[in-house]
């Protein structure tokens, strides 16, 4: 069986853009973006971002590099992407937000330290100390997801010039104005656009 070919991308965030949040002035929020098997044995990679969406709006493409970068990874096939958009966040909310994404983070390098150390013992005892730790973290309280959205993808399709990938985003909630509602759970609510280019 001839082997998969692998594509390397670095994947950056571009623009947010939410509808619903048009006239809500410049609140701090949390853009999770997770990749769904993007190969043979990652079942998912999870990257976080945090960012200031003004009237709804950030666009994040004119952030410093290291503020919008999400991932440098290798790629395989089919592969699908998942992003999430958190509820406006204070500075303690945001901290805490921190914290619970660190400890998902560390809950992913547990699997990837058990799966590289291919003895079963001494892997159990490696990942111990991550797996303790990620739990300690993950007792923070989750922020609240505002707006969610899938997308499914083929790695073969990018190339060296840059490519935009627009996440639809769908709302999480519901909002009501004056005893009438101006938008309903699973309505459409902007996107997040991801770009692409195979390095």
């Not at 973006?33 to 990257?47: F, M, N, Q, T, W």
């Not at 970068?69 to 500075?91: D, P, Q, Y």
């Not at 547990?110 to 300690?136: G, N, R, T, W």
């Not at 519901?174 to 195979?198: F, H, R």
């Amino acid at each position: 069986m001839a082997a998969k070919q692998k594509t390397d991308l670095e994947i950056t965030l571009a623009r947010v853009q939410m509808p619903s949040l048009g006239k809500t002035g410049s609140h701090q929020h949390v853009v999770t973006v997770e990749l769904i098997y993007p190969r043979l044995g990652i079942a998912s990679k999870s990257s976080a971002k945090t960012i200031v969406l003004k009237n709804g709006i950030c666009e994040a493409d004119l952030l410093p590099w290291t503020r919008k970068i999400c991932f440098k990874e290798s790629f395989e096939g089919n592969f699908g992407v998942h992003v999430t958009v958190s509820e406006r966040l204070s500075a303690t909310q945001m901290r805490k937000a921190m914290r619970f994404i660190a400890g998902k983070s560390l809950d992913i390098g547990a699997d990837a330290v058990e799966d590289a150390i291919p003895m079963p013992v001494v892997d159990e005892i490696a990942v111990q100390p991550l797996i303790y730790l990620s739990k300690q973290l993950l007792t923070t309280t989750q922020a609240k997801i505002i707006a969610e959205g899938y997308l499914d993808l083929k790695a073969g399709l990018f190339s060296d010039t840059p490519s935009l990938i627009s996440i639809p985003l769908l709302s999480c909630r519901k909002i009501a104005l004056n005893g009438k509602q101006i938008l309903k759970e699973n309505a459409p609510d902007g996107s997040v656009e991801l770009s692409a280019v195979a390095i």
